[in-house]
């Protein structure tokens, strides 16, 4: 099993009303309002590309073919499945790593959202903001959720996280980020800060139940 950094976490256990914000927990943390930017999508594929070893397998175009499958192998279509455990771990590593890509390019992280399949490969991202540059975050977040549950139930899903920069009332800002497996879910806030350097992410608050859905780990019961 791959050891993803920063990712032992335990999953929510409290339901939450499918389609509904509920960031809770010590402090409440809430939707911050981020300024308008395009192109965010394109900064990320970059990234994408720096975690290729990792996260972002591509066949190579000189690839050869796959050989036929042996007698008693298993067909084509039946992709290999990653564990439940590391493929949330995986993509809540991932969807960290962008978050504070983003972060360090705008200064906060505007509602996106990113899903993995099955084998943990294959990772595609949504960012409303580079087709709404003006749109509020409430409404950013509302279309995020809106496309990821509109795939929710393709059988090449097998986990997608939810991310977006939320604020206490007290002016604290972090990294919201929900992980969401077809048999787990973990919410978890990252309250960050800048120094001279750069942007940091402190270590994970604990919540109770998700930020919003659930939209995945339901989504066939």
């Known amino acids: 099993m791959t050891a993803f950094p920063g990712t032992a976490v335990t999953p929510a256990t409290t339901p939450i009303p499918r389609g509904s914000l509920n960031p809770r927990g010590p402090e409440r943390w809430v939707p911050r309002a981020t ?24 066949p190579s175009p000189e690839a050869a073919p796959p050989p036929a499958p042996r007698e008693g192998s298993t067909p084509p279509g039946d992709a290999p499945r990653m564990g439940g455990e590391e493929l ?5 590593y991932l969807a ?10 705008q200064g906060s992280v505007s509602p996106f959202g990113l899903t993995l399949d099955p084998a943990g490969d294959n990772p ?29 139930a393709s ?22 980020i929900q992980v969401e497996t077809r048999a787990s879910a973990v919410f ?18 604990p919540t109770q139940g998700l ?10 019961q």
């Open 35 to 58: 300024p308008a930017s395009r192109q965010v999508g394109r900064a990320v594929a970059l990234l994408c590309l720096a975690l290729a070893p990792i996260a972002c397998k591509k």
């Open 88 to 92: 949330r771990a995986k993509t809540l």
């Open 96 to 105: 960290r790593e962008m978050g504070l890509l983003v972060l360090r390019r």
């Open 124 to 152: 595609r991202t949504f960012f409303p903001r580079d087709q709404r540059p003006q749109a509020s975050s409430d409404e950013l977040l509302e279309a995020t959720v809106a496309h990821l549950a509109q795939g929710r």
């Open 155 to 176: 059988a090449g899903v097998g986990a997608l996280a939810v991310v977006t920069t939320l604020e206490t009332e007290g002016g604290q800002s972090g990294l919201g």
């Open 188 to 205: 978890l806030v990252y309250p960050y800060s800048r120094s001279a350097q750069d942007w940091s992410l402190g270590e994970p608050q």
């Open 211 to 220: 930020l919003v859905g659930p939209l995945l780990h339901t989504a066939r």
